[in-house]
């Protein structure tokens, strides 16, 4: 299956590259923070958290560390859930306030793109819409280095960590998009699953689908040789297709998603589960990091985009506001629904991974298999009921297909091609499951 998967084709690219940053796992490696810094060389470092973490034990740790190790530092929390521009400009203000030689981000995906995204600023110039993809921005190429950032995730979602790109809000625009450059991956990664031991069910769930997705959509993304080949090294989007590297490790996420999301959502004693699913973010972020996302990814911008006047429980956050994970699940039944005809084995496989009881399907089931395997996870955590749970109807269905067709990129990452028709219909299909 995996070799005829990637069955070379005319003028198809014949290669692929694999990035990760130097990886670290287990309990307690927050502590190592300080000695990895002074190991590459850190003197002064920009410590990057949130308000919620600032003054609690993760950042304190990691702050003793720094200092154990001979580390001066300065800390940088003013950072919103779901980063903005602005943020990252402040962000880029504070790096140039002193002479930091790296950065260390602590916590969830907002402060890890945050950070990436202000070093781009810091080293390269400019505002964070000139590097956005044209017609959003003016696709200005990041030209060189970053200073090296250290991550820490304190969440089990993003991935993060071991991936080069930054998604952010452009506030003018209420809407977001991606920065990607092989230059903004994190030199090192620090994956200490103790961050999610207090994590709220709600957050663990919604963190959960968002490496649900990663995997899945990685999975299934269109094979590497089916994208066009790149003339030159530099030229190969991270977004370059499902290749035998990022299908091994997505295979594992969502075997870990079967096995561990509903048991580490809904008890929040239970270590084994959390670890694992902190384990199974790092594993499908290194995965979609080396393939890009589709589909499921591609719809949660028209989502996060027209949003209005909701709120979800948990995050203490004003409206309009849909965590990342939730705008990317809510849609994903049905997309999977609908790319499955393009390649019924790898759905099969990716619903059998995620424990789906099959009942010995046959391809034309695919879709509906690997559909139901999403919905019945959804609603053992609580998911809300497609976009209807989210505050859509079928009033709004064009205007998310408009704002969502922008993500040209991802949407041609997909397995089957697809039209603002064929958008529409996922969306339509979406509203509610049950
Ligand atoms: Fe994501």
Redesign the pocket.
Known sequence: MGCQYFAPTENGADSFTVAMPKLTVGRGTLREVGERAASIGLKRVALFTDPTLLSGHLVSTVRESLIAAGCKLDIFSDIRVEPDDDSVERGAQFLRGSAFDGVVSVGGGSVMDTAKAALVLFCHGGKAVDYFAAPIGQGKTIPGPLLPHIACPTTS??GSECTSISVLRINQLNTKFVIASPYMLPVAAIVDPQCCDSLPANIVASTGF?LC??ALECYTARAYTQHSKVPAAAARQYIQGANPFSELVAREALSIVGQYLQRGVNDASDTQARDQLMWGATLAGIAFGNSG?HLP?ALSYGITHLMADITTDGYPIASPFIP??IS?IVSAPSIFGYTAEATPDRHLDGARYLLADDKGATPDEAGEVLANRLIELMRATHMPNGLSGVGFNENHIQALAASSVRQGRAIANAPRDSNLVDLENMYRNALSYW
């Open positions: 979602g993003t968002d997705c990663h996302t990814h990342h994970g990317v």
